[in-house]
């Protein structure tokens, strides 16, 4: 048998979005437990006035869900039905979404001192890598389930509280023609990271990588830069990126988008003057 377009809550938490539907579920549950001879009982325990709990009465009679029977509101057979179905889909609806729901009891993380198995720890992002420190008064704290010196990946458990995750800045420096002849343009690179930079290089485009490598002695990151350096912010790791500037308008559609990370652009800086 088809089901009726009326059904309402029928359809699972999606359904109670409809104005008026969890009061009719509650009312129409009230009147099948209680079978109560006046209205009032039903709209104290819902908080609504007799006049609200009235005109629900009347929409759920409309559709053929209840009556006054014997003096006391009733649902019909209909109604039970109807209020059985509703219970169970949002039942397997709820247990559904909770099933999805991947809650986190342990975790491992990088040691930032010596920890013993039982010790309290609490939780942070170090350069984008979770970290246990030995320390009981962080946000997120959680047991230790298996030790280790520094440095050493270890095991915790019954994790409590949260993480903070602050996204870090993405900081663009554009290089003009003029800039690749400089030759201060390695100082000039080393200069605009600041001293002792911890967070992603990255280079886009040819000429920008080979100034950056030159200028670092390292490799820049050069692949997937604009998804590279937004993973890296949504960890708290900051980014700067080296592009020349007529390639800057194609570097920044990489970033458009839900949910930008914190963005910064601006020329790479003179330096000193002589």
């Not at 993380?109 to 962080?138: I, K, N, Q, Y």
């Not at 100082?187 to 040819?206: D, I, N, T």
């Not at 604009?226 to 980014?239: L, N, Y």
């Amino acid at each position: 048998m088809a089901r009726s377009a009326s059904h309402g809550p029928a359809e699972g938490l999606a359904g109670l979005r409809r104005s008026g539907s969890i009061t009719e579920l509650l009312f129409l549950y009230e009147c099948t437990t209680l079978e109560p001879t006046q209205l009032r009982p039903i709209a104290d325990t819902l908080g609504l006035t007799v006049q609200a709990a009235s005109h629900t009465y009347r929409a759920l009679g409309r559709r053929g869900l209840v009556e006054q029977r014997g003096g006391r509101y009733r649902p019909t057979v209909r109604g039970v039905a109807w209020l059985h179905d509703a219970l169970g889909r949002l039942s397997e609806d709820v247990q559904g979404r909770i099933q999805r729901l991947h809650v986190i009891r342990s975790a491992r993380a990088v040691a930032l001192g010596p920890v013993s198995v039982g010790d309290v720890v609490s939780l942070e992002l170090v350069d984008g890598l979770l970290s246990a420190r030995p320390d009981p008064r962080g946000p997120s704290r959680g047991r230790v389930a298996r030790g280790g010196t520094k440095g050493t990946l270890v095991e915790v458990a019954d994790l409590e509280g949260i993480v903070a995750l602050a996204p870090a800045l993405v900081r663009v420096r554009t290089l003009s023609e003029e800039d690749l002849s400089d030759p201060r343009l390695g100082e000039r690179v080393r200069r605009s990271l600041g001293r002792g930079f911890r967070g992603l290089v990255a280079a886009y485009g040819l000429e920008a990588f080979l100034a950056a490598r030159s200028a670092l002695g390292r490799e820049p990151a050069r692949f997937a830069v604009a998804a590279e350096s937004r993973e890296a912010s949504r960890v708290g790791v900051p980014s700067t990126i080296f592009v020349l500037e007529n390639e800057l308008p194609r570097l920044l559609t990489e970033f458009e988008g839900t949910d930008p990370p914190p963005f910064e652009v601006s020329p790479l800086p003179r330096g000193r003057s002589h």
